[in-house]
């Protein structure tokens, strides 16, 4: 049984119509990315070997690439606040496509141009995350954040999983710029969704969630 205050919370994300489309929509969002974050942060590697990369060139691709990984919490602490949170999603999503585009472009030929591609990837497809942690609690009101976000970044975890499952399978018959788009292009669909999502930026908490 969960204990008065979880079920108290339940009940208002529940039986408010607008937190539960937000539920509905913000688990799509998450559901949608984290195709993308877990087939390149997971997969990366997997993906490039079953691509003909050799092996070691593939996991010093990621190796790599994980910088790309490392510049976005700088990145974040510097601009997260510039915009309105939700634009970071569709911001990622391009950067994520341009990166896939440069390390299929890149091929077996040029290891410098695929370090770069990979960069790109890693922060692209991560870049929005730390703005979207924030959307996600600020769209649910004080007496359950911490139950929302729970519910749509939790759930939406099983995106990742199902996504790799699903998608793993069929990378070897792609070429890498199809691999590429076909994992990015969750994200694309995640920003799209993320659109519906209510302005948070510069406004008080109990305006965006009552």
């Known amino acids: 049984m969960y204990p008065p205050e979880r079920r108290l919370a339940f009940r208002a994300l529940l039986s408010e119509p607008v937190y539960v489309r937000r539920m509905v929509q913000l688990l799509g969002v998450w559901f949608l990315a984290y195709v993308t974050v ?20 593939a996991g010093l691709i990621t190796a790599v690439g994980a910088f790309g990984f490392l510049a976005c919490a700088l990145f974040a ?24 585009v440069v390390v299929a472009e890149a091929g077996t030929t040029s290891l410098a141009i695929a370090f770069m591609g990979a960069a790109i990837v890693f922060f692209g497809f991560n870049i929005w995350v730390p703005m979207t942690y924030t959307l996600s609690t600020e769209s649910f009101p004080t007496r359950a954040p911490v139950t929302g976000f729970g519910v749509v970044d939790g759930v939406g975890h099983l995106g990742g999983g199902i996504g790799v499952l699903v998608i793993a399978p069929q990378i070897p018959n792609m070429t890498v710029l199809e ?22 930026r510069g406004r008080y908490y109990e305006e965006i969630s009552p």
């Not at 602490?77 to 896939?100: C, H, M, N, Q």
């Not at 669909?189 to 209510?198: D, H, K, M, N, T």
Request: glycine share 10%; charged share 10%; net charge neutral.
């Open 38 to 57: 877990f087939g390149f942060s997971a997969g990366f590697t997997s993906m490039l070997a079953s691509l003909m990369y050799p092996p070691p060139e």
């Open 179 to 200: 691999a590429m788009l076909v994992v990015s292009g969750f994200l694309v669909l995640a920003a799209i969704v993320a659109q519906f999502s209510p302005n948070t």
């Open 77 to 100: 602490v510097a601009f997260a606040d510039k915009i309105e949170r939700k634009l970071w999603l569709p911001i990622g999503a391009v950067i994520t496509v341009i990166g896939g």
